[in-house]
T-cell receptor, first 112, second 114 residues
């Protein structure tokens, strides 16, 4: 069974640009969550989707948004990029609510 | 109240020794406590998890000890091996809240010396 797939693995963007990251969950999983990982702030929850509905949102500015499609694939978008947005963005896939989370390898975003 | 405090920040253990990482939480609504292991360039991988209705859970060389009254839990790695060198994160989740939102500790960088 394939794991969680995140694309692209690495990305370099310029301040002010926008970026879209993609996550394909494990087949059959309906819940997708996104996290931002930085050396200073650690792992912080961005948002959570279940059956195309956003269930939870973390404490991030409105520049961070996401969505989930009918096939459970998810995308997150960051607009007007800032240097501080440089981070590893991780997607976690869960079969259902209240079930184990499996993480992808992440997308390393560098904003210059 | 949503925080999970983790210590130590880094740990050096000799091969064959016991590695101990501690976490503490405030929110009594948390009812699921997983530990994740992360190697450089990889995403976190679930290692072991515990619910508060038990005080200890063991899987191979990995044991979670849970103290509900103190709101603390810890990971013990017995017979630590160089291959265990990684960053370890504790986490907490409110399953009763119908969410998969994990609150993570700050991480412990473990180095097991041969």
């Amino acid at each position: 069974k394939a794991g969680v797939t995140q694309t692209p693995r690495y990305l370099i963007k310029t301040r002010g640009q926008q970026v879209t990251l993609s996550c394909s969950p494990i087949s059959g999983h309906r819940s997708v969550s996104w996290y931002q990982q930085t050396p200073g702030q650690g792992l912080q929850f961005l948002f959570e989707y279940f059956s195309e509905t956003q269930r939870n949102k973390g404490n991030f500015p409105g520049r961070f948004s996401g969505r989930q499609f009918s096939n459970s694939r998810s995308e997150m978008n960051v607009s007007t990029l800032e240097l501080g947005d440089s981070a590893l963005y991780l997607c976690a896939s869960s079969l259902d609510m209240n079930t184990e989370a499996f993480f992808g390898q992440g997308t390393r975003l560098t904003v210059v | 109240q949503q925080q999970v405090k983790q210590s130590p920040q880094s740990l050096i253990v000799q091969k064959g020794g016991i590695s101990i990482i501690n976490c503490a939480y405030e929110n009594t609504a948390f009812d699921y406590f997983p530990w994740y292991q992360q190697f450089p360039g990889k995403g976190p991988a679930l290692l072991i998890a515990i619910r508060p209705d038990v005080s200890e859970k063991k899987e191979g060389r990995f044991t979670i000890s849970f103290n509900k009254s103190a709101k603390q839990f810890s990971l013990h790695i017995m017979d630590s091996q160089p291959g265990d060198s990684a960053t370890y994160f504790c986490a907490a989740l409110n399953y009763g809240g119908a969410t998969n939102k994990l609150i993570f500790g700050t991480g412990t960088l473990l180095a097991v010396q041969p």
